[in-house]
C-alpha cells in the first residue's frame, strides 16, 4: 500500500493555490505551500517534501528557475517535480520536459488528472524510498562489520602476538586472499633456550579460517614457554583441533624447533609444503616433506609425532611457507611453483634469500589478488649460539613467601621414558616455589642437561664423544631414536627438594639411574671444561650455575646443590 507523501504545491495565483492544496489534501496527502518561486526554495529547504507541483509563470523566480534551484540542494535524492501552465502548447510541453520536469499538466487542472500524475509518482516515490531506507542499512551494515573486523583483526593480532616479531634471525610475510588470513606463523623460546616456531594454514579463507587457527596459537605458545617439545605440542595441538573444529576443518602446520646451541633443527610437518634448509650459496642442504597428515584429521592413537631433526655445519635459513605460494597464479593463470622458490634462495645472498622471494612473489602476482593465503617465514640459523628466552617465571606475589621445605620424588619406567616430558612437569611444581624468571631458566638447562644425561649416557650408553666426528651429530641422533624406541627396561629417578641453610634457601636435585653409570667425580680441573665442545659442555655449564655437582656410587646418579636466592 501506498504511503501519503508531502506535496509542494508553488503557485501565485491565490484561488489556484487553494484549490490545489484542497485537492491534495483530499488525496490523503500533506500540502506545503508557496506563493512565488523564492519562496518555494525556501519552503522546500525546511519542509524536504517528497512531490512538488511547481507553476511555470511565477514572480522572483519563475517555475523552471525555482526547479533548478530546488535540485542543487536536494543533490542525490530524486524529487518528483510536475509543472503546471496555462500554456498548453506542444512547444511548452518540450521546454518543460527539456527543463527536467517530470511531469506536465494544464490549467485548469483537470482533478483526475491529477489525482493519476500524484498517484504515479507517489509509486516512484515509495520505491525511492525503500530502496534509500535499503541503501541506509547496507551503510550502517558496511559501518558495523567494518568496526566488526578491524575489532577482530586487532584481537587476532594480539592473539598471535604478531607485534613480538622484532627478532633479527625471524623473519615472516603473510600476504591474506582476503581480510583475515587464515595463515599464521609464530616463535617463541623455551627455557632453555629453543626456538620453537609454526606456520599453520588453517581450512578455507578469511575470517573463519583465521578462527580455525585460534586454537593452535594458545597452545603452541603455553606448552612452548613450559618447555615441551614440538612432538607433545603437535600431539596437543591435533587434540585440541579435532575436539574444537568441525569434522570438515583441519589445520595443515609445519612445527620447527631450532636448537642454536647445538645447531640442530628438528622439523614436524603435517600436510605443508617441504620446508628447506638453505646454505649461503642458495643451496638447499635439507628438505622436509609432509610426513605427516594435516592436525585434527586423526585420533589420538594414531596421531604420528615423530619428528626429524638436521644438524647444520654450515651458516644458512630455515624457510617455512605454506601452499598459497607456489599456488599462487598470475594473470596468465600460471603457477609460481616450487622451481620458482628454489630460483629465488639462488639469486640473493643469504641476507636477502627472504626479500627477494617475498619480491619475486609480488612481481609475479603483479596487482592480481592471490586465490590463498600466502605465508613465509625464515630463521637464520648462526654458526653462534644465539637465542634468547622467554620464560615468565613467577614471582611471589607481595606478602607471600615460598614454603621452606618442599620436596617431589618421580619414578620413570621405559614405557614413560618413551612418551612422557618429565621437564616441563617438573618446571611446573618449581613454579609454585615463586622463582624469578632467570631461576627457572636456570633450573630447566640443569634439570634438561642432567635428565638427558642419565637417559641418553647411563640408560642408552651414546657417547657424546661420537657427535665430533664428521657427520657425527646426526648419527648420534639415530642411535638415540633406535636406542629409545628399542628399550624395554630402565629406570630413572628423580628428586627435587627445598631446603633451607643458615636462612639461605637451596635446591637439592638427585637423579639417578639404573644404567652402568656415565660420569665419574669431577677433579679440580674439569669446571674449566670447555664450552665450545659439543661434548661435556652442557655438564661444564651446569656446575657454573651450582653451588655443587657430585656424582656418588658408580656414576649413575647426580646430585646438584642450587642457590635460590
Not at 586454537?215 to 574444537?244: C, D, H, W
Request: aromatic share 8%; hydrophobic share 40%.
Amino acid at each position: 500500500m501506498n504511503q501519503p507523501v508531502k506535496i509542494l504545491i508553488a503557485e501565485d495565483d491565490e484561488i489556484d493555490l487553494a484549490l490545489l492544496g484542497a485537492l491534495v489534501a483530499r488525496f490523503g496527502h500533506q500540502p506545503v505551500l508557496a506563493r512565488n518561486g523564492r519562496e518555494a526554495v525556501e519552503v522546500f529547504r525546511a519542509e524536504s517534501p517528497d512531490l512538488i507541483l511547481m507553476d511555470v509563470a511565477m514572480p522572483l523566480l519563475d517555475g523552471f528557475q525555482a526547479a533548478a534551484e530546488v535540485r542543487k540542494i536536494a543533490g542525490n535524492k530524486w524529487v518528483p517535480v510536475i509543472f503546471i501552465s496555462a500554456n498548453s502548447r506542444d512547444e511548452d510541453k518540450i521546454q518543460v520536459f527539456a527543463e527536467g520536469g517530470d511531469g506536465f499538466i494544464a490549467k485548469p487542472v483537470n482533478q483526475r488528472l491529477l489525482e493519476a500524475r500524484i498517484g504515479t509518482m507517489q509509486r516512484i516515490v515509495g520505491m525511492q524510498r525503500e530502496v534509500s531506507a535499503g541503501a541506509e542499512q547496507l551503510s550502517r551494515y558496511r559501518e558495523e562489520n567494518e568496526q566488526e573486523q578491524n575489532l577482530a583483526r586487532h584481537l587476532l593480532e594480539k592473539i598471535i602476538r604478531a607485534d613480538r616479531f622484532d627478532d633479527k634471525q625471524i623473519e615472516r610475510w603473510i600476504h591474506p586472499a582476503k581480510y583475515f588470513s587464515g595463515d599464521v606463523i609464530a616463535a617463541e623460546f623455551t627455557p632453555d633456550n629453543v626456538l620453537h616456531v609454526i606456520l599453520a594454514d588453517g581450512t578455507g579463507h578469511g575470517l573463519a579460517a583465521a578462527l580455525n587457527v585460534l586454537p593452535v596459537i594458545e597452545v603452541f605458545y603455553g606448552m612452548t614457554k613450559k618447555g615441551y617439545g614440538v612432538s607433545n605440542i603437535a600431539r596437543e595441538l591435533n587434540r585440541k583441533i579435532r575436539q574444537l573444529l568441525p569434522t570438515e576443518r583441519f589445520v595443515a602446520a609445519t612445527l620447527a624447533a631450532i636448537r642454536f646451541s647445538d645447531h640442530t633443527v628438528e622439523i614436524w610437518n603435517g600436510g605443508m609444503p617441504a620446508a628447506y634448509y638453505v646454505g649461503e650459496g642458495g643451496i638447499v642442504l635439507r628438505e622436509w616433506h609432509a610426513a605427516h597428515l594435516p592436525l585434527g584429521i586423526l585420533d589420538d592413537r594414531d596421531f604420528q609425532p615423530k619428528t626429524e631433526i638436521y644438524h647444520w655445519e654450515e651458516p644458512g635459513r630455515l624457510f617455512l611457507y605454506s601452499d598459497g605460494l607456489p599456488d599462487a597464479q598470475n594473470a596468465e593463470g600460471e603457477r609460481f611453483g616450487a622451481e620458482r622458490i628454489l630460483l629465488a634462495f639462488s639469486g640473493k645472498a643469504s641476507e636477502d634469500q627472504f626479500w627477494y622471494l617475498v619480491g619475486s612473489v609480488n612481481t609475479f602476482l603483479e596487482r592480481e589478488n592471490a586465490p590463498d593465503d600466502i605465508s613465509v617465514a625464515a630463521v637464520a640459523c648462526d654458526m653462534g649460539f644465539g637465542g634468547g628466552s622467554a620464560f615468565p617465571g613467577m614471582p611471589a606475589p607481595a606478602g607471600v613467601v615460598a614454603p621452606s621445605e618442599a620436596r617431589l620424588a618421580i619414578k620413570l619406567c621405559a614405557a614413560e621414558l618413551k612418551s612422557f616430558d618429565v621437564l616441563p612437569w617438573l618446571i611446573s611444581w618449581l613454579s609454585q616455589l615463586y622463582l624469578t624468571p632467570r631461576r627457572c631458566q636456570e633450573l630447566f638447562l640443569i634439570l634438561s642437561e642432567l635428565y638427558n644425561n642419565a637417559l641418553d649416557h647411563g640408560l642408552l650408553g651414546l657417547d657424546s664423544a661420537l657427535k665430533s666426528q664428521p657427520d657425527g651429530f646426526g648419527r648420534y641422533l639415530d642411535m638415540r631414536e633406535e636406542r629409545l624406541s628399542g628399550m624395554q627396561q630402565g629406570v630413572i629417578e628423580i628428586e627435587l627438594e627445598r631446603v633451607q641453610e643458615n636462612l639461605d634457601p637451596f635446591l637439592k636435585i638427585r637423579i639417578r639411574d639404573s644404567g652402568n653409570g656415565y660420569a665419574a667425580e669431577p677433579g679440580p680441573d674439569d669446571n674449566a671444561a670447555s664450552l665450545e665442545t659439543p661434548s661435556g659442555r652442557g655438564l661444564a655449564l651446569v656446575r657454573t650455575l651450582c653451588e655443587k655437582v657430585g656424582f656418588p656410587g658408580k656414576g649413575n646418579e647426580v646430585v646438584a646443590i642450587y642457590r635460590l636466592q
